[in-house]
């Protein structure tokens, strides 16, 4: 199982300066690298103060002028936002100037707050459509002198200008949690990115589950890859784990709020959360990180982790998002490669 790393310039607060948190992020990649991480993962969101990256190919093409062997991955860009003739284009680019480096992550989206603002009218089942469509046209279009009639987009031949240094293009990822969603991936050859959210490791056995499903429903087709993303602190103590389940139960607190998308936004940000409503979360809570997150020792997280490799997961991404400080995510992110990658090697 190889390891890598997911990350944003994350703010829930105009205190943290976004220059700051930009160089933190670079930071963040570079110490991945160093470690012999296999890749960074970073999105794309819009008007988000909560998760920047308006275009995550430019983050990772800063990167890649700043790493020597780790892969860049775009964890994910939202599909109905792209056009396939842009799309297909710039992650050409991308692949060019990071010297192949590049893997594509594609996703239909989550925040309705983006839908309302890029694609007004549009609800989450015509994104996955648009997802669908979008897929196919861009590795024609990396193949050259494609033609499209779909029911979201129509060009006359085009090309890919320009075309991928990777001979098939770069690896397509795509989000997925329900079985048509695996099935798609499947089909198309493309590889598996799954995100539990809030049912721990019995949601992280259903998520292979149906992978292996739609593997088995579609056996002429090769088996392709599976990534979980999974938020992660590796502790130096029990009472620093929990304290990082207290940081990341807030987290995740703003990231339901966001989810919900029901609370005044102000500079790109929500209302901040008081410490009552964080407290009265119906399931956010920090036994519940720590029950379904990875926290802990090094000798817990390793435990954790072999269970997932023992499921079969190609790639375990370290979420490394938090709300918690620049030093204990460094600090947490050291530990993991020191303490915790060693016993996988």
Same mark, same amino acid.
């Given at each position: 199982?190889?390891?890598?790393?997911? $990350?944003?310039?994350?703010? /829930?607060?105009?205190?943290?300066?976004?220059?700051?948190?930009?160089?933190?992020?670079?930071? =963040?990649?570079? /110490?991945a690298d160093k470690g012999g991480m296999h890749a960074v993962w970073t999105g794309e969101h819009h008007g988000m103060n909560f998760t920047i990256s308006p275009n995550p190919m430019l983050n990772l093409v800063d990167i890649a002028r700043q790493t020597t062997n780790v892969r860049l991955?775009?964890?994910?860009?939202? $599909?109905?936002?792209?056009?396939? /003739?842009? =799309? $297909?284009?710039?992650?050409?680019m991308t692949d060019i100037i990071t010297d192949g480096r590049l893997d594509l992550g594609i996703a239909r989206g989550a925040y309705s707050y983006e839908y309302e603002r890029l694609m007004p009218g549009m609800d989450a089942w015509e994104a996955g459509q648009r997802m669908r469509e979008l897929i196919p046209a861009v590795k024609a279009l990396w193949k050259g002198d494609y033609a499209h009639e779909g029911e979201f987009h129509r060009f006359p031949k085009t090309t890919s200008s320009p075309k991928p240094i990777q001979a098939e293009g770069p690896p397509i990822w795509i989000a997925a949690r329900d079985p048509n969603s695996h099935e798609f991936a499947?089909?198309?050859?493309?590889?598996?990115?799954?995100?539990p959210l809030?049912?721990?490791?019995?949601?992280?056995?259903?998520?292979?589950?149906?992978?292996?499903?739609?593997?088995?429903?579609?056996?002429?087709?090769?088996?392709?890859? /599976?990534m979980l993303l999974l938020h992660t602190y590796v502790a130096d103590s029990d009472e620093d784990s929990k304290e990082a389940a207290v940081e990341l139960?807030?987290?995740y607190c703003y990231f339901g709020a966001w989810f919900m998308n029901k609370r005044d936004v102000d500079q790109g940000l929500i209302a901040p959360l008081t410490e009552a409503e964080i407290e009265a979360h119906p399931f956010y809570t920090p036994e519940a990180m720590e029950r379904? =997150?990875?926290?802990?020792?090094?000798?817990?997280v390793i435990e954790r982790l072999r269970v997932y490799e023992a499921l079969g997961y190609?790639?375990?991404?370290?979420?490394i998002d938090s709300s918690m400080s620049f030093e204990r995510k460094k600090a947490s992110l050291e530990r993991f490669i020191k303490d915790v990658m060693p016993a996988f090697a």
């Open positions: 199982m190889k390891f890598s790393l997911f $990350a944003h310039m994350e703010r /829930i607060s105009s205190d943290e300066d976004q220059k700051q948190l930009y160089d933190e992020f670079v930071e =963040l990649c570079k /110490i991955g775009t964890g994910t860009v939202i $599909a109905p936002f792209w056009h396939p /003739i842009r =799309l $297909a284009g710039e992650a050409a499947v089909q198309q050859g493309c590889n598996v990115q799954v995100t809030w049912n721990g490791e019995p949601e992280i056995a259903d998520l292979m589950k149906k992978f292996n499903d739609a593997c088995s429903k579609f056996p002429e087709q090769p088996r392709p890859k /599976i139960n807030r987290f379904d =997150l990875v926290i802990g020792t090094p000798e817990k190609d790639e375990y991404a370290f979420w």
